[in-house]
Structures are given as structure tokens and as C-alpha cells.
């Protein structure tokens, strides 16, 4: 997380531009790490290029995993 006070606004700039550019995209973090985020839980991420290229990959989540989770949500309480 920055340290510089500007660049947190830069980045709380960009998570709402992000939010309006994308907003199916934050509810549905919030609802996976609120109800699927355990250890033992698969993410598996697919990536799509421009030109049809195709990129996967998962991971298995792990106890540290959950911490580092709930951690991040408690940022923004």
C-alpha cells in the first residue's frame, strides 16, 4: 500500500474509476470473500487477449490466504 498520502488519493482515484468502468466487478470480490474464501478453496483466473489468447491459471487458497483477505478488508472499515 503507498505510504505517500498523494499517491493513496491517486489510488482511491483510480479503485472508483475502476468501480464505474466495472461495477459487476467489486460485488462480486466482496460476495467471494465473504462466502468462498476458505482454505482449500480453488481461484482460477482466465485471461483473454485481444487476440483471442487465452491464459489460465488457480491457486489454492491457503490459511494465509484468508488472513491476507480479511486484512484487506479491514482497510477500509
Known amino acids: 500500500m503507498p505510504k ?4 493513496m488519493m491517486k489510488l482511491m ?11 459487476k466487478a467489486i460485488p462480486f470480490f466482496q460476495q ?8 482449500g478453496t480453488v ?3 482466465k485471461v483473454t487477449d485481444v ?10 487458497v491457503t490459511p494465509d490466504d484468508v488472513e491476507t483477505v480479511r486484512m484487506l478488508q479491514n482497510l477500509k472499515d
Do not use: D, T, W
Open 4 to 7: 505517500n498520502p498523494m499517491q
Open 13 to 23: 482515484e483510480r479503485l472508483k474509476i475502476f468501480q464505474q468502468q466495472h461495477p
Open 32 to 39: 467471494v470473500a465473504g462466502s468462498a474464501m476458505e482454505p
Open 43 to 45: 481461484i482460477e483466473m
Open 51 to 60: 487476440n483471442g489468447k487465452e491464459y489460465i491459471s488457480n491457486i489454492r
